[in-house]
T-cell receptor
Framework: GAVVSQHPSWVICKSGTSVKIECRSL??????MFWYRQFPKQSLMLMAT?????????EQGVEKDKFLINHASLTLSTLTVTSAHPEDSSFYIC?????????????FGEGSRLTVL | QKEVEQNSGPLSVPEGAIASLNCTYS??????FFWYRQYSGKSPELIMS????GDKEDGRFTAQLNKASQYVSLLIRDSQPSDSATYLC???????????FGKGTRLSVIA
């Protein structure tokens, strides 16, 4: 399958700081990437759709000023959690669908586990 | 609001048995259906996709889709302890749209 990579895998930060998570498609170009968040024992919840060269589309209830998404190239999307607080602690996972592949087939990055102290 | 429902489990089966995982979805217009496996602390891994009614087999896995009943299932034959994980059902529209996930069913295969 296609390869999507995230960095960092783990991050611990103090409350009030900002954290940037990178998501790269390694073997294909992704005009669209999706950012999901997963709390313990919960399912994946879509946060936003990242579009290369344009603004991200956020799901209802997700603060766009808090979760900044930048998709500056066809292989890189970044999620910045600004002024992080303990309630932002979660597992953040990006995903993308290779062009020309089966409809809707998403491949996920390794995920980034954020802990805010 | 599109919804995907799964029994949270845990579903326990003995090694070598068939594990049956079920999923229903609310959006009748859904076009694509997926099963992902997620080990604890890891991100989901795609194991099966299905787009048309009927069965699709891949090794020990068989996905079944019934659009009229808005139902999709996953059968795992000859279950192994390494199959123990949470299985997520995901449903999507046509094209490059985000998937809607169920809460997952936790499977435990007992050796």
């Amino acid at each position: 399958g296609a390869v999507v990579s995230q960095h960092p895998s783990w991050v611990i930060c103090k409350s009030g700081t900002s954290v940037k998570i990178e998501c790269r498609s390694l073997d294909f170009q992704a005009t669209t990437m999706f950012w999901y968040r997963q709390f313990p024992k919960q399912s994946l919840m879509l946060m936003a759709t990242s579009n290369e060269g344009s603004k991200a589309t956020y799901e209802q209830g997700v603060e766009k000023d808090k979760f900044l998404i930048n998709h500056a190239s066809l292989t890189l999307s970044t999620l910045t959690v600004t002024s992080a607080h303990p309630e932002d602690s979660s597992f953040y996972i990006c995903s993308a669908s290779p062009p020309g592949g089966p409809t809707g087939e998403l491949f996920f990055g390794e995920g980034s586990r954020l802990t805010v102290l | 609001q599109k919804e995907v429902e799964q029994n949270s489990g845990p579903l326990s089966v003995p090694e070598g048995a068939i594990a049956s995982l079920n999923c229903t979805y609310s959006d009748r217009g859904s076009q694509s259906f997926f099963w992902y496996r997620q080990y604890s602390g890891k991100s989901p891994e795609l194991i099966m996709s299905i787009y048309s009614n009927g069965d699709k087999e891949d090794g020990r896995f068989t996905a079944q889709l019934n659009k009229a009943s808005q139902y999709v299932s996953l059968l795992i034959r000859d279950s192994q302890p390494s199959d123990s994980a949470t299985y997520l059902c995901a449903v999507g529209d046509s094209g490059n749209t985000p998937l809607v996930f169920g809460k997952g069913t936790r499977l435990s295969v007992i050796a």
